[in-house]
């Protein structure tokens, strides 16, 4: 993996333009540790920068920024393209080809079908900056499903872009202000939903879209290559039709062709194992294809509630990987913390983000690539919220919203604790899918959204913090694809829709970025198989009777993987990969948070109002209820808004 960055228009005191794009490639330099390149064509006033972390071809000829053959195009290319081989095959050698790395057959398929054309034939993860010296025009890329991250945002006439937004922040042009509607919607979603940033003047390209400049001081023209909505509607209107043998035989054909290509590197390679289903599925078929035993990578805490090192440990004793699991204590948790406004950039609260640096960091010590199982969930049905969401609407829109929402006010006046303990003690008697980690935060999320008016209305409010963040920030949410943006999906079902609001919200702009910052961070590449195009759209053509049945989700996938591994090692109720952060805001965090969260502090920065927060401090404190998530996306703003002030 690696990092690009670059600017056009934009010139320093002296006429040269390498010594900002320099700045700006050394702010990124964990994503690329191996090599740095920069090109530059003063009289069209653009310079391109990037980090290398050579993966595919770590000779010389890989090196990049890389010019195509007729030296129309230069590019900065970010990430992987799996079926190289296939596009380079189908160009043929009549291209005097100096390497074998994916970049350049990338280029050389530029060349020969356009820019559009070419990356519609890619399969792959990639943010690419592309220069056409002939149409004087900078097309910035992002990978269908949102993998590689890619912001840009003009400053004074002169246009930055890069990987991460500490490469815009080095140069002398930059000036962030922040959004106060990208701030509402931080406080909602626990992320900043793309094309937004938390600074009004940046933005992100949208996955599978091409954001065409013609003019450094313009705005972009966006062209979608790829459309996951298209994507869905196809599958579902033609659904697979060969039984349930036939379905598992074409999905673990599909599995292995897929891995296959992704286990190719020129450098070592393994897997993150949890497990769970996702990772056991990724590393048995990684493990059958393979003459060695594949590294696999595990991290264990003490609390048994967030502990999967155990499952891990018995699948890989069982498929005979050569494993790697570290414990680590709350301590070694908590000293990640300071790092994470650094390592994220802009306000991120997913407190997974703590573990997943942490196994990151376990893997970088042994491999330079791991593969992961991102996706599986939203592909396959594997989202509690799926299947008891739909039976949940189901029994809602038969009552009507003012007898529901009476209920749901008797539901909240339980504390969350109190339901934990209700299920706790009722457990043996729940049928399975009623066991799962934290119910009384669950029971609470339905209970505030029971009077819901629609399905999607239920989900938007079961994916939601802060349910009123405005009265926070005193800002109006900008509009998202929840909230209307864009054509909503044509099809019915619960699942259905559930999996791709995820698929296009939840997964690119929070899953993806906490995986690819945290990689990134330790200089590891990280591979998600799920996410290949040609499983999504398998994926979307699964029925529902082999996505979810008798209650359980990842039906078909389980059927798979239970070719390679005994059930018995994967039936568990699903565990979160997270760490206690409740019990540590009531405790080893507590002066940290209290001091972040002071009213008087809040009131003197004036982004956000402190009677709310404060209250549900106040709340989290004496055990009322479990205020984590609320908390945790507050102070991780305020953690990011102190490093930015330091740093300013």
């Known amino acids: 993996?690696?990092?690009?960055?670059?600017?056009?228009?934009?010139?320093?005191?002296?006429?040269?333009?390498?010594?900002?794009?320099?700045?700006?490639?050394?702010?990124?330099?964990?994503?690329?540790?191996?090599?740095?390149?920069?090109?530059?064509?003063?009289?069209?006033?653009?310079?391109?920068?990037?980090?290398?972390?050579?993966?595919?071809?770590?000779?010389?000829?890989?090196?990049?920024?890389?010019?195509?053959?007729?030296?129309?195009?230069?590019?900065?290319?970010?990430?992987?393209?799996?079926?190289?081989?296939?596009?380079?095959?189908?160009?043929?050698?009549?291209?005097?080809?100096?390497?074998?790395?994916?970049?350049?057959?990338?280029?050389?398929?530029?060349?020969?079908?356009?820019?559009?054309?070419?990356?519609?034939?890619?399969?792959?993860?990639?943010?690419?900056?592309?220069?056409?010296?002939?149409?004087?025009?900078?097309?910035?890329?992002?990978?269908?499903?949102?993998?590689?991250?890619?912001y840009y945002g003009s400053f004074d006439g002169t246009l930055l872009f890069g990987s991460e937004l500490k490469a815009l922040r080095a140069h002398p042009a930059w000036r962030g202000t922040i959004d106060r509607g990208a701030l509402s919607l931080y406080l909602r979603h626990n992320y900043v939903p793309a094309p937004y940033s938390i600074y009004e003047n940046v933005r992100k390209v949208l996955p599978g879209t091409i954001a065409t400049f013609r003019d450094p001081a313009a705005d972009p023209e966006i062209t979608p290559y790829w459309s996951a909505l298209d994507v869905a509607e196809r599958g579902v209107r033609d659904p697979l039709t060969g039984g349930d043998a036939d379905s598992v035989t074409q999905l673990e054909s599909l599995m292995r062709r897929v891995i296959g290509d992704e286990m190719v590197a020129d450098v070592p390679l393994g897997a993150f194992l949890s497990g769970g289903v996702d990772s056991s599925a990724l590393v048995a078929i990684m493990q059958a294809d393979s003459t060695q035993p594949v590294k696999t990578f595990t991290i264990g805490f003490d609390e048994d509630a967030h502990n999967e090192a155990p499952y891990a440990h018995a699948v890989a004793q069982h498929l005979g990987t050569d494993h790697t699991a570290l414990y680590v204590t709350p301590q070694d948790a908590m000293d990640v913390i300071p790092r994470l406004p650094q390592i994220y950039d802009e306000p991120f609260a997913d407190s997974s983000q703590i573990p997943t640096f942490l196994v990151a960091q376990l893997a970088r010590q042994h491999v330079t690539v791991s593969l992961s199982g991102e996706g599986g969930d939203e592909l396959f049905a594997g989202y509690n919220r799926y299947f008891w969401g739909e039976r949940l609407w189901r029994r809602l829109e038969r009552v009507p919203r003012g007898a529901r929402a009476a209920v749901g006010s008797a539901l909240l006046r339980v504390s969350p604790a109190g339901w934990d303990y209700a299920f706790a003690t009722a457990a043996p008697l729940l049928p399975k899918r009623f066991r799962t980690a934290t119910p009384g935060g669950k029971v609470h999320k339905v209970a505030a959204y029971m009077s819901a008016d629609s399905s999607d209305a239920l989900y938007r409010g079961l994916m939601t913090h802060w349910r009123d963040p405005d009265a926070i920030t005193s800002a109006p949410e900008r509009e998202t694809i929840l909230t209307g943006a864009g054509r909503p999906p044509s099809f019915a079902g619960v699942v259905n829709r559930m999996?791709?609001?995820?698929?296009?919200?939840?997964?690119?702009?929070?899953?993806?970025?906490?995986?690819?910052?945290?990689?990134?961070?330790?200089?590891?590449?990280?591979?998600?198989?799920?996410?290949?195009?040609?499983?999504?759209?398998?994926?979307?053509?699964?029925?529902?009777?082999?996505?979810?049945?008798?209650?359980?989700?990842?039906?078909?996938?389980?059927?798979?993987?239970?070719?390679?591994?005994?059930?018995?090692?994967?039936?568990?109720?699903?565990?979160?990969?997270?760490?206690?952060?409740?019990?540590?805001?009531?405790?080893?965090?507590?002066?940290?948070?209290?001091?972040?969260?002071?009213?008087?502090?809040?009131?003197?920065?004036?982004?956000?109002?402190?009677?709310?927060?404060?209250?549900?401090?106040?709340?989290?404190?004496?055990?009322?209820?479990?205020?984590?998530?609320?908390?945790?996306?507050?102070?991780?703003?305020?953690?990011?808004?102190?490093?930015?002030?330091?740093?300013?």
Request: charged share 25%.
């Open 1 to 150: 993996m690696c990092g690009l960055t670059g600017c056009w228009a934009c010139v320093d005191p002296d006429g040269s333009q390498d010594g900002n794009v320099e700045l700006m490639c050394n702010a990124i330099a964990h994503r690329g540790p191996d090599d740095q390149g920069i090109w530059s064509d003063s009289a069209a006033g653009i310079t391109l920068g990037f980090r290398r972390l050579a993966i595919i071809d770590v000779s010389p000829a890989g090196h990049q920024p890389m010019a195509s053959a007729t030296g129309r195009y230069l590019i900065s290319f970010n990430g992987e393209i799996y079926n190289f081989a296939a596009i380079r095959a189908q160009i043929g050698d009549n291209v005097e080809w100096r390497g074998h790395s994916d970049t350049e057959v990338l280029l050389a398929a530029v060349e020969r079908w356009g820019v559009r054309a070419a990356v519609e034939q890619c399969a792959g993860m990639f943010a690419i900056a592309l220069w056409d010296k002939q149409e004087r025009t900078l097309h910035l890329i992002r990978d269908r499903l949102g993998e590689k991250p890619l």
């Open 499 to 648: 999996r791709y609001f995820d698929l296009v919200s939840e997964l690119p702009d929070d899953i993806l970025v906490k995986v690819d910052r945290a990689t990134m961070a330790v200089g590891l590449e990280s591979r998600a198989p799920f996410l290949h195009p040609d499983v999504v759209e398998f994926a979307w053509r699964i029925p529902p009777a082999q996505q979810v049945r008798d209650g359980q989700g990842k039906w078909l996938l389980r059927q798979v993987l239970y070719k390679y591994v005994p059930r018995e090692l994967i039936e568990r109720p699903k565990m979160g990969f997270g760490v206690p952060i409740a019990s540590w805001l009531r405790g080893p965090l507590r002066d940290w948070a209290d001091e972040l969260l002071a009213e008087a502090r809040l009131r003197r920065e004036g982004y956000l109002a402190p009677e709310p927060i404060r209250r549900a401090w106040d709340n989290h404190q004496i055990g009322v209820t479990d205020n984590s998530h609320l908390l945790w996306g507050v102070l991780m703003f305020q953690a990011w808004l102190e490093a930015e002030k330091a740093t300013a």
